[in-house]
């Protein structure tokens, strides 16, 4: 997926079960980069793109990634919408939606503890041992090595949307234009497919998404805006200190 994942199994379990659990989650991660990067020109998603693939002869994964991301058009008013670049890229929910499929793996295997992080994008289950839950840090938008906010969560989702690494990636849909508003969005809920598709939607509507993200049920959120205001909603899971 051009982007660093990271996997922390925290179940005591045999080493050479951990591995192959690990090693499970990695190749399922691998055939999702297969089948959906718009980086590979033999990938079912460049292909079908170029209408060189129908839809039905797609693998049953691509059908059901469309299907949602037609959903999540339809819930974000239009701004999260696969074909804002010209071309089909699902990319926005594809990343989140394939680290959730590993963690519900993992969890079906019986690794009931564990942090899946792929490029900012996390999901956690359980909590590491020692501690009630798992703290995930916000990376800060302009300073690379420090955070905005430090997160406390267990079965929960954190996803980011940003400008700061990729630059002026996400376009809005109804104007064609980057979005330069929001410099940073977190959205944190159930699913990591779906918070992922809403953190870029609302980095897409820019300031207006502010007041949009919080008409979510059962979401909270993180927004750094290009001006340099932190915002967040009154239940945002913020971590206490280590050492209360």
């Known amino acids: 997926m051009g982007m660093a994942v990271s996997l922390d199994l925290d179940d005591d379990l045999p080493i050479d079960r ?3 659990l690990a090693d499970g989650v990695f ?3 691998r055939l999702v980069d297969g089948v ?3 980086y590979k020109p033999e990938s ?4 079908l793109a170029r209408g060189e693939l129908r839809r039905e002869d797609c693998s049953p994964i ?5 299907d949602r991301c037609a959903e999540l058009w339809a819930e974000t008013g239009g701004y999260f919408d696969v074909n804002a670049g010209g071309t089909l890229d699902p990319s926005g929910y594809v990343k989140g939606w394939a680290v959730q499929r590993a963690c519900d793996r993992l969890r079906a295997e019986g690794c009931a503890n564990h942090c899946l992080n792929a490029g900012g994008d996390i999901y956690v289950r359980g909590a590491p041992r020692g501690r009630p839950r798992w703290r995930v840090g916000i990376r800060h938008p302009w300073e690379a090595l420090s955070v905005a906010w430090v997160l406390e969560v267990s079965d929960t989702a954190v996803a980011t949307s940003g400008t700061y690494e990729r630059g002026l990636h996400v376009l809005n849909p109804f104007t064609g234009a980057p979005a330069r508003d929001l410099r940073s969005v977190t959205v944190v809920g159930p699913d990591l497919g779906t918070a992922d598709a809403y953190a870029t939607a609302a980095l897409a509507m820019g300031l207006k998404g502010i007041d ?13 805006t290009e001006d340099g205001r932190a915002l967040r909603s009154d239940g945002l899971p913020v971590a206490p200190p280590l050492d209360s």
């Open 62 to 66: 691509v059908g059901e990634v469309l």
């Open 212 to 224: 949009w993200l919080a008409t979510l049920p059962g979401h909270e959120c993180a927004v750094v």
């Open 36 to 38: 959906f990067s718009t």
């Open 27 to 29: 190749d399922w991660l």
């Open 18 to 20: 951990l591995e192959s």
């Open 44 to 47: 079912e998603i460049s292909r």
